[in-house]
């Protein structure tokens, strides 16, 4: 890899530090929102009999940070990411897993952003003061729902871009 100005340094920097928090803040939101759920008799989604028959409002409340800040590192890390890319006119030829590392951010993408606009309600609904959790419980529904087992896929995909960054396989020798 030839040498990178130090503004392509910067956004690098700024673009794995900010995917790192991502990946972790993610998670994080994932499991926080599937322990809200227990499984019927017809595999359907239920609201966990502690949360039953309690007010949700400040348990959802306290989503907010994690729903926001996955939110916002998710956009600097795209943000970033591709500046790097555009200013660094490193070869993707030569870097097989820099390569494979933008495919899998790629693939990921439009499902990400999708699941990332039903964040974006939620966090519209706790900050509009919302009494509605009802409303917002069935987002979250929706969020696991819709996509299925994308989300875990999607982490196993991420967590594998620094095993690729660290080992650099499929780099051409000069």
Same mark, same amino acid.
């Given at each position: 890899?030839?040498?990178?100005?130090?503004?392509?340094?910067?956004?690098?920097?700024?673009?794995?530090?900010?995917?790192?928090?991502?990946?972790? %803040?993610?998670? !994080?939101?994932l499991f926080s929102i599937y322990n809200f759920f227990d499984l019927d008799q017809n595999n359907s989604l239920i609201l966990k009999s502690?949360? %039953?028959?309690?007010?949700?409002?400040? !348990?959802?409340?306290?989503?907010?940070? !994690?729903?926001?800040?996955?939110?916002?590192?998710?956009? !600097?890390?795209?943000?970033?990411?591709a500046a790097f890319l555009f200013l660094s006119k490193i070869s993707l030829k030569a870097n097989g897993w820099l390569f494979i590392s933008i495919m899998i951010v790629l693939i990921c993408l439009p499902f990400e952003v999708f699941l990332s606009l039903k964040d974006y309600k939620i966090i519209n609904l706790i900050m509009?003061?919302?009494?509605?959790?009802? =409303?917002?419980? =069935?987002?979250?529904?929706?969020?696991?729902t819709a996509l299925s087992s994308f989300p875990i896929v999607s982490i196993i995909l991420h967590y594998s871009i620094f095993i690729l960054l660290v080992f650099k396989p499929l780099t051409k020798k000069n």
């Open positions: 890899m030839h040498r990178l100005s130090l503004l392509s340094k910067i956004f690098l920097t700024i673009a794995l530090a900010s995917g790192t928090l991502w990946l972790g %803040s993610y998670t !994080v939101k502690a949360l %039953s028959n309690v007010d949700l409002k400040p !348990v959802i409340f306290e989503l907010l940070p !994690v729903l926001t800040f996955s939110l916002i590192s998710y956009i !600097v890390f795209i943000v970033f990411s509009s003061g919302s009494n509605n959790s009802q =409303e917002m419980i =069935e987002i979250i529904k929706s969020r696991i």
